[in-house]
């Protein structure tokens, strides 16, 4: 199954999902930020979308091509896409276990990702392959 969804992956990023606030009578809070639950709404959208009702049963393989806007204009990675690449794979598995497409994102025995730069069009391209077990 492939498919692609058009959402700025930098939203998708581990590192911009938790927020911390406190509750009204001050105790301390974790919460997911309004923008990592709506990419990851989005994209658990465009996979079932994608699917037709299909659902993964064992081990699978994913295929990542996430598509950042931005580049990085200092340090050793200067010139590159923005981003790290790692960032956004957990919420992107996530989101495949929430579209129903995968019954838990466990069943990922790997995962092939790349980074590149598109400033006009940030996206996120998929493919799950389904694999022998071990």
Request: cysteine-free; overall charge positive.
């Amino acid at each position: 199954m492939k498919f692609t969804t058009e959402i700025d992956p930098a939203h998708l990023r581990i590192n911009a999902a938790w927020r911390r606030g406190k509750t009204r009578d001050g105790k301390p809070i974790t919460y997911l930020s309004a923008k990592y639950s709506q990419a990851r709404a989005v994209l658990a959208t465009s996979a079932a979308d994608a699917s037709d009702g299909w659902r993964f049963v064992g081990p699978v393989s994913v295929s990542i091509a996430i598509y950042f806007r931005k580049i990085t204009r200092t340090g050793p990675a200067d010139g590159l896409p923005w981003g790290d690449v790692d960032g956004p794979i957990k919420g992107i598995l996530d989101a495949l276990q929430h579209s129903g497409v995968l019954a838990d994102d466990g069943q990922v025995l790997e995962v092939y990702a790349i980074k590149r730069r598109d400033k006009d069009r940030p996206r996120i391209e998929i493919e799950i392959i389904a694999s022998p077990p071990g």
